[in-house]
């Protein structure tokens, strides 16, 4: 098996621009030849920026490649047939809307203290905050509670409001699945996973690329993984180290 196609461009590059650059060298001869692709970026900032690279780019006219932000929430619908249908009979439930959540995370805060409406919305905003960060790292709550054993010092407030915590995480699943619905950040997750398997099992027929992607997230990272060993695929990392250590590489 080849080794992955992994590029950089160097930071005294402008990178969309670059980028932009070497896709239409690599794929665009004809005007409308980008579009059988697929660039995966981080954010909508930088979709707007890479479609403006593009533009410039131009000239006579130009059909875009397909931008995908993969930390967008929406994934499912934005990234289209690639997951139309999933296979295997897997079926993503959809996300929670947020105000719900939020409405749901404060009464179960309520549950466990004694604070008023508005306060237990702050803390709700707190809980959700990281709540979605053990998602995003794939963290099971429960480390939380070896993390807090490996440090005997830490304050008896700390230590209480893990209790609370762990209490509030412990019945969020059920509230959940009584509606039917799961966090967007799980969701994000199981649905690049459900990418990185598909492309694996069947290549897409274009190319894809991912652009300026350096979130470390494992969803992420098995996804770039994926995408640097497609037949058509690449990734293009910006500023990357070239004389780092070979531990480092490995």
Partial sequence: ????????????????????????ARYGKGPTDLAAGLVLVPNNRAARAFQEAFVRRAGGGLLLPRLVTI????????????????????????AIAAVERMMLLSRLIQR????????????AGDLARTL????FEEVEPARLRAFAADLPDLSAHWLSSLDQLELILR?????????GRIDAADRRNRLLR??????????????????????VAPALARLLRTVARLPEGFVVFPGLDLEMAQEEWD
């Fill in 1 to 24: 098996m080849s080794g992955p196609s992994v590029y950089t461009i160097p930071p005294h590059r402008a990178f969309a621009d670059a980028f932009a650059a070497g896709l239409q």
């Fill in 71 to 94: 930390g967008d929430p929406e994934l499912g619908e934005r990234i289209g047939g690639a997951l139309d249908p999933l296979g295997d009979g897997e079926e993503i439930p959809p």
């Fill in 112 to 123: 466990q203290r004694d604070v008023d409406a508005a306060e237990a919305l702050r803390l």
């Fill in 132 to 135: 979605d960060q053990l998602l």
């Fill in 171 to 179: 019945d969020w699943p059920a509230l959940l699945a009584e509606r």
């Fill in 194 to 215: 459900a990418i990185a398997r598909r492309w694996r099992e069947a290549p897409p027929n274009g190319f894809v690329a991912a652009a300026g992607v350096t979130t």
